[in-house]
């Protein structure tokens, strides 16, 4: 079967007044049917402007320069706002780490589930309110009659997401990409919520592209991940391999940061340094600064992503041309 997004060496640059700077680079990756693909890395990798391409909503000073976006093997770079319109919501959905960001605080929460049905579907009034009660109830939302006549602001953060959730699901979209849907939340909320995404996963099938910089979430969502750095991605594979695995650098210093209960008292690893602005980016391994493996070659070459088993990593330590010089 054919995946359901497909991204094929993608590059998204900002325009400054002092020039364009790549802030994405060869970005390719695919999600299956039925599958959960995860991105990791630190803030300002690019996480999130990966997310923002394949929505077709970035930021104005940023342009795609390169590569292709497929979802269901059509093209969705160079679609018109109209031909974006009946897309999202409808076919590929989006939720934010903020529950605020994507909610209208002047609708009642009824009105804001049901919109997609009124958008795409010809259902009448009665229907989709029966519909949106379901969606509802399968987000394990409380007093479902009451609550379709409230207003974001009666409610708390974890409710909050969990109708911004409800408005992913309706549509029935193939794609939900979700940016962070747990971090701003308590603790217990947290864990909720991510179960929520489990029994998604479960019950739906639905494929998602899992945006976090928690590996716990990750571990307990995700069946394939991509690790960024800087605006590449430097590993893929499956969840297993990567966590039992890592092969880059960078990789291993972030399985080694995650807090183990085992390891209590110990003082927790960090990678020094940090990740290089836009306008810091040069050629060669971005990683170099910060990498105790640097050779002489990284700061000059990029290294090609090699395929390793399952797991495909760019960096020299598994290149050929590291091994001449
Ligand atoms: Fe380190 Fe070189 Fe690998 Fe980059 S390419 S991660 S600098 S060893
Ligand atoms: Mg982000």
Redesign the pocket.
Known sequence: SQPILTVDNLEVAFSFPDGEFSALQGISFSVEPNEVVGIVGESGCGKSLTSLSVMGILPRNANIINGEIQLNGKDLIGLSNKEWQSLRGNKISMIFQEPMTSLNPLLTIGKQISEVLKKHTKLSKEERKKRTIEVMKEVGLPRTEELYASYPHQLSGGMRQRIVIAIALIGEANLIIADEPTTALDVTIQAQILELFREIKRKRSTSMLFISHDWGVIRQICDRVFVMYAGRIIEQGTVNEIVNNPK???TKGLILSIPDHKKRGKELHTIPGRVPTLKERKGG?L??DR?A???KI?KYEY?KSLEIGEQKVS???YTKEAEVI
């Open positions: 880059h650098p960078y391994c990683f170099v990498c493996n640097a050779m990284c290294p960096c020299h330590l």
